[in-house]
């Protein structure tokens, strides 16, 4: 059961590997997308009717003919990578060996629907991904397996969900063969160590333009590449898509002109941090990178009060 392209080497492996038969895939309804709203597929649809495999994609799982389906399978396992709903406790009860979930994070750190996105936007130095069994309470069972790997300031969410894809897919693989020979020992989240990310929601999306020049690069690369964070620059809600930290220092008030140079606008941050906007999309405006931008705001000199917060 899964959605995006994070669970896509998942399946696959499931898919490829001649010890599992994976007789159905449960994904979320095809979605409208771009200008003209065209109904697409999930990721993992695609691959599931590429693989000639029943797929199946209930509006809500609860209640439905699909659940009722898979719970007339008796599976052996079921598999969450990302899916986007809650099961049920009586279909995870259908489960003979287990119902596992594959979270990219390193619970009980960031339970939720946005993981990945948390753990750049707060600067963390690492995350990784959690096998663990599925209860009715969102990602609360007991951990099976996890990896760790580092973040680097060059990554952003796209990055990160690209890594822990494939960390997921094989720390999966390398798992199953002991949950199923009853070898696995689980450890219980500690609850006290709990921290939640709930989907981004659009007050998360404006910047905060008083924050140190690395915390907004974390916000940035964590909004990357969707939905991309914004501020507003000279008066226009813009959305920001990469910023470099810069090792100097100033004593003009965040959000202020530093200097501009003929490939990069230098503003002041919080505690007297610079930093360079690199790329950017105005509202209306295709992306540009700072250069292009530079040609049509000329009214950005030194002091200047480039960004405000309306």
């Known amino acids: 059961m899964g959605t995006p392209d994070f669970a896509v080497p998942i399946l696959q492996a499931l898919i490829s590997d001649p010890d599992y038969d994976v007789q159905a895939v449960l994904t979320q309804p095809d979605r409208p997308k771009g200008r003209k709203h065209v109904l697409t597929p999930s990721p993992v649809k695609k691959l599931t009717v590429e693989n000639d495999i029943r797929v199946l994609q209930p ?4 209640g439905s003919d699909e659940m009722a389906e898979v719970i007339a399978l008796q599976p052996d396992l079921m598999i969450t990578a990302a899916y986007g709903q809650f099961l049920p406790t009586k279909m995870l009860n259908a489960a003979q060996i287990a119902a596992i979930n594959v979270h990219g994070s390193l619970l009980p750190k960031y339970r939720g629907g946005a993981p990945i996105q948390y753990a750049v936007m707060n600067g963390d130095a690492e995350t990784g991904v959690t096998i663990m ?22 990554d952003d969410s796209g990055t990160m969900f690209e ?13 199953l063969p002991d949950l199923i020979a009853g070898r696995v020992r689980p450890i219980a989240q500690d ?9 981004i929601t659009a007050e998360q999306e404006r910047i905060d333009y008083t924050l140190p020049a690395d915390q907004i690069d974390n916000l ?5 590449p969707a939905p991309i964070g914004n501020m507003i620059l000279d008066g226009l809600r813009t959305k ?7 090792d100097e220092s100033t004593s003009l008030e965040p959000g202020k002109v530093v200097r501009v140079e003929k490939h990069g606008l230098i503003i002041s941050g919080g505690e007297g941090t610079t930093y360079k906007i690199n790329r950017l999309k105005p509202a209306g405006k295709p992306l540009m990178d700072i250069t292009a931008y530079l040609n049509g705001h000329q009214d950005l000199q030194p002091g200047v009060q480039a960004i405000t917060n309306e």
Do not use: C, H, W
């Not at 890594?163 to 999966?172: C, E, N, T």
């Not at 609850?191 to 989907?199: A, G, K, L, R």
């Not at 940035?220 to 990357?224: K, S």
């Not at 920001?240 to 810069?246: K, Q």
């Open 163 to 175: 890594k822990l894809s494939i960390v997921g897919r094989d720390l999966l693989m390398a798992t």
């Open 133 to 154: 069994y599925m209860v009715k309470k969102m990602d609360a069972g007991d951990i099976i397996a996890q990896r760790a790997i580092p973040i680097t300031k060059e």
């Open 220 to 224: 940035v690369r964590g909004l990357r």
């Open 240 to 246: 920001i898509y990469d910023i470099t930290p810069l």
């Open 59 to 62: 509006a809500k799982l609860s």
């Open 191 to 199: 609850e006290d160590q709990v921290v939640f990310s709930p989907n």
